[in-house]
């Protein structure tokens, strides 16, 4: 695969998940779409969105409810794009969705393969690839960025590295949807820092890309390690995602109490 097939099989992914086209994250101004369930949507995704805003660098294409729309809207028509994604703006939004009981929670930063930067990576451990019979006993919390107990049955690949008969590092894909899998990687802590991560992930990326899917890698911004597990994989930035979700899930994320309104 190109560089460019890649990002062509994640904005069709995209559009599919946030009901637009492909073609609208490169208008000349921002877009706001309803958001609906689609058979074909990543698999994780609780569709439909309340609000879901996508930046692939031009504009931002936002997938709504309508109930959300005239606050989106207005915070969107408020700042550049760029900006969307940025504290103090985003307390802008913030308190515009507060009265309807939605808060912004998670955002991200997705990774695409530089396919003239991928290769495999030296490691000092034996590198073992593992189907699911292989890791179904890993899904312990060591591992669990490789691999997903909630949604195990997404869980289609791992590169496992071994010190003996040890696993000390682990990098699992889950198949997301048809085209993109989606990497996620760990490494016990005594043995950090020794390019273990960027091994593992390489490695599987490409043997995502020789089973004719796309690889793709998600960080917060913050988490600088996995940041720059994902470059020296050779992975680079893709596209931006914000997502609002109900208060309450936000605070029972935080591990909050329930707020009590006032009566």
């Known amino acids: 695969m190109t560089n460019e097939t890649l990002r062509s099989i994640a ?3 995209s559009a599919i998940d946030l009901n ?5 994250f490169f208008r000349m101004h921002s877009v706001v779409v309803r958001s609906v369930p689609h058979p074909q949507a990543r698999r994780y995704l609780e569709l439909p969105f309340f609000c879901n805003l996508v930046f ?11 109930e959300a729309e005239p606050a989106v809207r207005a915070y969107l028509s408020r700042f550049a794009p760029e900006h969307c994604f940025e504290t103090p703006n985003l307390h802008v939004l913030a308190d515009a969705l507060r009265p309807m009981g ?12 530089d396919v003239a930067a991928l290769r495999q990576t030296p490691c000092a451990y034996e590198l073992r690839l593992l189907t699911p019979p292989d890791f179904a006993a890993y899904y312990t919390p060591e591992w669990s960025n490789a691999l997903c107990a909630k949604r195990c049955n997404l869980d289609v690949l791992a590169v496992g590295a071994f010190d003996g008969g040890t696993l000390v590092g682990l990098a699992g894909c889950s198949a997301d949807c048809d085209t993109m899998w989606q990497i996620g990687v760990d490494v016990l802590p005594a043995y950090r820092r020794q390019g273990i991560a960027c091994a593992l992930t390489s490695r599987l990326a490409l043997e995502i890309l020789a089973r004719g899917k796309a690889p793709f890698y998600c960080a917060a ?17 893709a596209w931006a995602e914000l997502t ?3 208060e309450a899930f936000v605070r029972e994320m935080n591990g909050q109490e329930p707020r009590q309104e006032a009566h």
């Open 11 to 13: 904005l069709r992914q």
């Open 20 to 24: 637009c086209a492909p073609e609208d």
């Open 56 to 66: 692939y660098g031009g504009n931002i294409v936002a997938s709504v409810l309508p």
């Open 102 to 113: 939605m808060r912004p929670c998670f955002m991200a930063e997705y990774f695409l393969p």
């Open 221 to 237: 911004w913050s988490n600088l390690a996995s940041v720059r597990n994902a470059i020296r994989s050779g992975f680079l930035p």
């Open 244 to 246: 609002v979700k109900p």
